[in-house]
Each structure stands twice: as structure tokens, then as C-alpha cells.
């Protein structure tokens, strides 16, 4: 009688592997898709994570699905130095010619690279994922390879397993969206997942980088439709009138809405660019030559920007600045963005309070100063505008030295 054969080992791993890989077809749900007559969302992907082939398509491909809007990627938030920003800045400063000499950069305003970012590339949100993925291998203690299953076990018999080894796959970084609504914006949301695969052979999936990152976008604020009349309100309130201005002109506010900010806007720059003539006045009359800072009069404390709880005021005493070399990009970094917003006096009179002078890098209690240190990380300001370029060159370094020398939170370093 003919006997039927049978299946190699080899064959049936193959068809095991097939299963449980997923393998296979089925009825897919039916997901309704984009609104194409929207403006689409932005999405900025960062991390060797993205280097595996498909995982940013995946990720794009799921937030599509979330926010029911097109996906557009982005390299990253626009800065000063885009040709867009610039082409901007340059067009609002012919058509408003009282606004020469005021600096449209706005260096104190924590969400202005955000709008900028909304106006110039076409979008209603901006989301950053940014994920690292590492590998290591190490031996599988007894426990682990005790508990192998048959299929395992049937890899090793065939040499397709690295037998007495495991894996352990780390995927880590974070996932946060900047909506442009009348909610505060929210904190990033933290990624970390680590996968131990004990012996594992060159059929076995690496873990799903993408899925990772699909699961930890359902875990920010759902995408809602922008309210670009009460951002331009908010920006011009806490010292950015001229990206209020540029959001006005875009045409994204209401008509009303955007004739009224386009009227504070103009008020607050013209007034800003009053109190730097009176400042320099004042500067002279005191024998101060431009970009000499006088000297403060509380004790200078560059390591309480990395201190969160501590008070305004500092000591009653004076020494002189610290010198510069002995602080790392993190902290001089830290004391700049402390800096932006204790010295940022239209903030102060937006929120109705007379400015004071505090010590360097010293983090007060006021409300409105605690959110602006907070929009300072949130937003990227003190990671990518400040951190990177200070680690990345010496020229970055310098400048930012130059920053606090000039308000006199630092020493001057030898040329």
C-alpha cells in the first residue's frame, strides 16, 4: 500500500511559524477615510527606530486613522532661520512699516515655533513621535531556555536558533501633539517597551516598532479642530504679537476676530519697540554702552536652573558671576530658558504684575512664569534651540556663553 510521506521537521516549523506570524487573510473592517477638504496634520519622526523600512508609513498611516485628517511629515518645528519664516516676516514688515526694528523672532515666546510651523507648512496640528531602537544579546539563564516551547525547540534541533541566547529589544522615546486649541497643551507621553526573545532564529519578527508607536498616539488628546480666534488672542496676551499678527494675516482667524488682534498685535509691538528706545535711553544716562547688561542686584545662581523648587529672591549677597567653563550645555541651557522668562517684561505687565529683577537662573513662584518655564521644554526650545546647537558646535556654545554674559550671569572666558 503507498504511504503517504511525511511532513519534513523543517516543513512543519515553516507552517507553525506561518501561523503564528500572521500570515493570513481575513475580512478588514472598513475605515472611512481622510477628510480631503481639511487642511492635513504634521507629523515629525525622529529616532533610529524610523531607520527600519515602513515604520514611519505605519505610524502616518495610523494617525491618518485618528485624527481623520491627511498626514503631511515633517523634518521638523520651522525655526527663524527657515526661508518660509523669513519670506514671512519680511512681507508683514513691508505691509506695517511701525513694526521695523522690532525683533520679529521673538526669542521669549515658548509656542511660536508651533504656530509657525501650522501657518507656513499648511497644517491644523503638529505631532512629534521619537523613538530610539536598541538591541543587545546576552546569555539565557537556565530558567529561560527551561521554558522553551516545542516550536523553539524544534529551531534549535534544526540550527536555525542561536542556542543559549536571548535578545532584549528596547524601544524608548516619546510621543506628544501640539493642538492648537483653547486647552493648555499637554506632556509628552512617555514610550518605553522592552522585548526578551530567548534564543531566537532568523525567522523571528523583531518586535512592531510601529504598533508601538500606533498604541502610544491613542494615549494623547484626540485631534480636534483648531480655534485659531482664541490661540491669536492667547498670543498676543503673553508677549507674542507678532506671530499673533502672522496667524491674523493668514487668513485662519474669523474676519472680526482677526481685525481685532491685527489691532493689539500692531499696539503691543509699537509699544515694545517705545519701551527698548526709553531702556536705551536710560542705559546711556547711566553710562551703560548698548549690550552691557548693569549688575544685578541679587546673588547670581546658574545651578538653580536645575533646581525646580527653588525661590525668587536669592541671597543678600553678591559674588561675582561664576566662570562659564565649569557649567554643561544642560544647565547653561536651563538658566537661559529661566532667563527668557524672568526678564520678559511684556509677559509681566500681561499678566498685570510690575517686573522685578531676580537672580540668575533662579525659578520664581509666579503662575505665569512657571507655565512660560514649562513651554519652554514642552515646546523644544530648550532640547533643539538651545541644547543641540551648544553640544553639537563650539560656535553654538559661544553664543549662548555670550547670552548670559551679557546678562551678567557669567564671567567672561578667555578669547
Request: include cysteine.
Amino acid at each position: 500500500m503507498h504511504r503517504r510521506p511525511r511532513l519534513s521537521l523543517l516543513r512543519l516549523l515553516v507552517v507553525a511559524l506561518a501561523g503564528a506570524c500572521g500570515w493570513r487573510t481575513g475580512f478588514q473592517p472598513f475605515a472611512p477615510g481622510p477628510d480631503t477638504s481639511a487642511r492635513p496634520v504634521g507629523l515629525i519622526t525622529t529616532g533610529s527606530a524610523f531607520a527600519r523600512a515602513g515604520v514611519q508609513r505605519r505610524v502616518a498611516e495610523a494617525l491618518e486613522r485618528a485624527s481623520r485628517r491627511r498626514v503631511v511629515l515633517l523634518d521638523a518645528p520651522v525655526s527663524a532661520r527657515d526661508a518660509a519664516v523669513k519670506d514671512l516676516a519680511a512681507r508683514l514688515i513691508r505691509e506695517n512699516p511701525s513694526i521695523v526694528g522690532y525683533d520679529w523672532r521673538e526669542p521669549r515666546c515658548a509656542t511660536g515655533a508651533g504656530v509657525l510651523t501650522a501657518i507656513t507648512r499648511q497644517v491644523d496640528a503638529v505631532y512629534r513621535v521619537s523613538l530610539d531602537y536598541v538591541e543587545r544579546s546576552r546569555p539565557a539563564t537556565a530558567t529561560e531556555t527551561a521554558e522553551l516551547g516545542p516550536l523553539a525547540r524544534g529551531f534549535r534541533a534544526v540550527g536555525l536558533a542561536a542556542p543559549g541566547t536571548v535578545r532584549e529589544a528596547t524601544t524608548k522615546g516619546s510621543v506628544d501633539a501640539l493642538l492648537f486649541t483653547a486647552r493648555r497643551g499637554s506632556r509628552p507621553i512617555p514610550v518605553v517597551r522592552t522585548a526578551t526573545q530567548v534564543e531566537p532564529s532568523a525567522l523571528t519578527p523583531r518586535p512592531d516598532v510601529a504598533a508601538l508607536a500606533s498604541e502610544a498616539l491613542r494615549d494623547i488628546p484626540p485631534f480636534r479642530a483648531p480655534e485659531w480666534d482664541t490661540v491669536a488672542r492667547r498670543l498676543v496676551a503673553s508677549g507674542c504679537p507678532f506671530v499673533a499678527l502672522a496667524l491674523a494675516d493668514a487668513g485662519l482667524t474669523s474676519a472680526r476676530a482677526g481685525r481685532a488682534v491685527r489691532t493689539a498685535a500692531l499696539a503691543t509691538i509699537r509699544e515694545a519697540a517705545k519701551h527698548r528706545v526709553r531702556r536705551a535711553d536710560d542705559d546711556a544716562a547711566h553710562g551703560l554702552k548698548r549690550g552691557e547688561a548693569p549688575e544685578l542686584p541679587e546673588a547670581s545662581a546658574p545651578d538653580a536652573a536645575a533646581d525646580a523648587g527653588s525661590s525668587a529672591g536669592g541671597s543678600s549677597g553678591t559674588p561675582a558671576p561664576a566662570p562659564a567653563q565649569q557649567y554643561s550645555c544642560s544647565t547653561l541651557c536651563g538658566m537661559h530658558m529661566i532667563e527668557l522668562c524672568n526678564r520678559d517684561k511684556i509677559l509681566w505687565d500681561s499678566h498685570g504684575r510690575r517686573w522685578e529683577p531676580t537672580a540668575c537662573g533662579t525659578m520664581r513662584e509666579e503662575a505665569f512664569l512657571k507655565e512660560c518655564y514649562r513651554q519652554q521644554w514642552l515646546s523644544g526650545a530648550f532640547h533643539d534651540a538651545c541644547l543641540v546647537p551648544c553640544e553639537r558646535e563650539e560656535e553654538g556654545r559661544d553664543r549662548l556663553l555670550d547670552l548670559l554674559q551679557g546678562a551678567g550671569c557669567l564671567r567672561h572666558h578667555p578669547s
